[in-house]
């Protein structure tokens, strides 16, 4: 299997990561090292009318990207917790 290796950038408003506990931050930043390597991989889904924006399920929590592939680039804008009112 062919290995991507694309650069993760977070946004300013991506320091919620810091607040989260430590259980969920460590998978959260377990899914973030795996999007690097795979970004289609894991539970993702295309958010839709935008080309590059997805979603990847981790547990209760959702990381919320964009998906520049050519440039081999992901920009993290959020990281949110699945709630009834998330989307």
Known sequence: MQQHHLL?????????????PGKDQARVKA???SMERDPFRGDIKRLKGQSTAWRRRVGNYRIIYDLYFEQRF????GILRRSSTTY
């Open 74 to 77: 992901i920009v993290v804008s």
């Open 31 to 33: 899914a973030l090292i």
């Open 8 to 20: 993760t950038r977070f946004e300013p408003q991506t320091d919620r990561f810091q607040k989260l």
